[in-house]
């Protein structure tokens, strides 16, 4: 099952935010009308922070991700995570998802040195 596979996945890379102090909760939902405004049909997950209290919100899209492999799962995941980091700092959209991407693409390829 998909959820098993992203539940996996979080566990992995968990890590990353809960050894600084950050809590989390996933919220599986079918479809984006129980996900943040903006979210589109496509949008496999999103991430509200509370950056202040070290407290975050994973939505994640359980139809959209439905065909994901696993590597696209773990970088959603980290992806994800790595959106709390820079909560704090976050200023417009593209420039985030940039950042974001980028320490993603940085974190999931060390991972297999």
């Given at each position: 099952m998909?959820?098993?596979?992203?539940q996996k996945a979080f566990k992995k890379w968990a890590w990353l935010v809960n050894g600084y102090g950050w809590q989390f909760t996933v919220k599986y939902v079918m479809g984006t009308e129980n996900m943040p405004?903006?979210?589109?049909?496509t949008t496999t997950a999103a991430t509200r922070s509370s950056w202040e209290y070290l407290e975050g919100f994973?939505?994640?899209?359980?139809?959209?991700?439905?065909?994901?492999?696993?590597d696209a799962i773990e970088r959603m995941v980290?992806?994800?995570?790595?959106?709390m980091i820079v909560s704090p700092v976050e200023t417009?959209?593209?420039?985030?998802e940039y950042v974001v991407t980028s320490l993603e693409r940085i974190i999931y390829g060390m991972r297999k040195q």
């Amino acid at each position: 099952m998909k959820k098993q596979r992203i539940q996996k996945a979080f566990k992995k890379w968990a890590w990353l935010v809960n050894g600084y102090g950050w809590q989390f909760t996933v919220k599986y939902v079918m479809g984006t009308e129980n996900m943040p405004d903006g979210c589109t049909a496509t949008t496999t997950a999103a991430t509200r922070s509370s950056w202040e209290y070290l407290e975050g919100f994973v939505y994640v899209n359980l139809i959209a991700c439905e065909d994901e492999p696993d590597d696209a799962i773990e970088r959603m995941v980290i992806h994800e995570l790595v959106h709390m980091i820079v909560s704090p700092v976050e200023t417009e959209a593209k420039e985030n998802e940039y950042v974001v991407t980028s320490l993603e693409r940085i974190i999931y390829g060390m991972r297999k040195q």
